[in-house]
Nanobody
């Protein structure tokens, strides 16, 4: 069973950048679909980006397309989320998740069976 640990969150000014990391222990992420989600207080967890197995196609939510970049290291032990041009929004916890999706469910919370503990991101001046 893979375990996930996120890091890299923090406080950043609007327009700034942060790079989140998600490290896997237990096994490689190559056999999983891996995604980033975020959740603000009082709101549902929402899809941000995902890397699809086996070819590594990356999908993004429309709200982050062009600003966020998801990537994976060659060993498939870690995934990253580079966030640029951050907008002033309510603080959110960013979660890394792993699971097995069919194409229609890649953006669904219920697809993913393994979650990290999350890392807080606050965009504020």
């Amino acid at each position: 069973q893979v375990q996930l640990v996120e890091s890299g969150g923090g406080l950043v000014q609007p327009g700034g950048s942060l790079r989140l990391s998600c490290a896997a222990s237990g096994r490689s992420l190559r056999s999983y679909d891996v995604a980033w989600f975020r959740q603000a207080p009082g709101k549902e967890r929402e899809f941000v980006a995902a890397i699809k197995r086996p070819g590594g196609t990356i999908l993004y939510a429309d709200s982050v397309k062009g600003r966020f970049t998801m990537s994976r290291d060659n060993a498939a032990i870690s995934v990253f989320l580079q966030m640029n041009s951050l907008k002033p929004e309510a603080p959110a916890v960013y979660f890394c998740a792993a699971g097995s999706a069919i194409p229609s469910t890649i953006r669904d919370v219920g697809t993913y069976t393994t979650w990290g503990q999350g890392t807080q991101v606050t965009v504020s001046s």
